[in-house]
Nanobody
């Protein structure tokens, strides 16, 4: 299982970013992919997740209505996107994607995800 997150950057409050998580080395069937974030001095928290089929999704209350998760499956190239709109300074964090061997997504709890990609920094200025 290999995951690679990208797309972070510096944006002003109210702006948008799209994060990408390239997933390889495994079949997404039976997995779900989650997005997490960790701000300095805070615990890692779940942001969103999506099942490999795309049939189930979850959003943390803090991002509902602003973030959208989606999945693109193209043979061996699978990518999970996190479109982040109306960004706020409190969204500033390192964002990670992770995979869980379970077909359904009903919540993004960091301890239940075993495979992690490297993080990508998102900084929202006020």
């Amino acid at each position: 299982v290999q995951l690679q997150a990208s797309g972070g950057g510096l944006v002003q409050a109210g702006g948008s970013l799209r994060l990408s998580c390239a997933a390889s080395g495994f079949n997404l069937d039976g997995y779900n992919i989650g997005w997490f974030r960790q701000a300095p001095g805070k615990e890692r928290e779940g942001v969103s997740c999506i099942s490999g089929s795309g049939g189930s999704t979850y959003y943390a209350d803090a991002v509902k209505g602003r973030f959208t998760i989606s999945i693109s499956r193209d043979n061996a190239k699978n990518t999970v996107y996190l479109q982040m709109n109306s960004l706020k300074p409190e969204d500033t964090a390192v964002y990670y994607c992770a995979a869980k061997n379970y077909y359904y997504c009903s919540g993004a709890y960091p301890l239940s995800y075993r495979s992690w990609g490297q993080g990508t920094q998102v900084t929202v200025s006020s």
